[in-house]
């Protein structure tokens, strides 16, 4: 099992930058495939980015394709997501999520995941 904890999310102005990190408890992290998904006002939960356990392949929603970024990092048990020129739609509470996996792909179907953060809220304003 492990345990999530999201961090650096904030108030920021729009066209600003923002650093999401999320932090997993225990010693298996490099077995873990990523997710960050986010929860905007009265929307469903949707994808954002996701991360193989090695680090070596990602994907993102076509929204934010080119302005976000994803990264992992085995040695510090941590992914973050590097979020560039953010625009107003971009705010939500943003979740990471894990989920155990072997096979070296990504996931980005949130019932694919088994474990999930408690969410950090980003704030975009104008």
């Known amino acids: 099992q492990v345990q999530l904890v999201e961090s650096g999310g904030g108030l920021v102005q729009a066209g600003g930058s923002l650093r999401l990190s999320c932090a997993a408890s225990g010693r298996t992290f490099s077995t873990y495939a990523m997710g960050w998904f986010r929860q905007g006002p009265g929307k469903d939960r949707e994808f954002v980015a996701a991360i193989s356990r090695n680090g070596d392949r990602t994907y993102y929603r076509a929204s934010v394709k080119g302005r976000f970024t994803i990264s992992k990092d085995n040695a510090k048990n941590t992914v973050y997501l590097q979020m560039n020129s953010l625009k107003l739609e971009d705010t939500a509470v943003y979740y990471c999520?894990?989920?155990?996996?072997?096979?070296?792909?990504?996931?980005?179907?949130?019932?694919?995941?088994?474990?999930w953060g408690q969410g950090t809220q980003v704030t975009v304003s104008s």
């Open positions: 999520a894990a989920r155990r996996d072997y096979s070296g792909f990504y996931f980005i179907g949130p019932s694919e995941y088994a474990y």
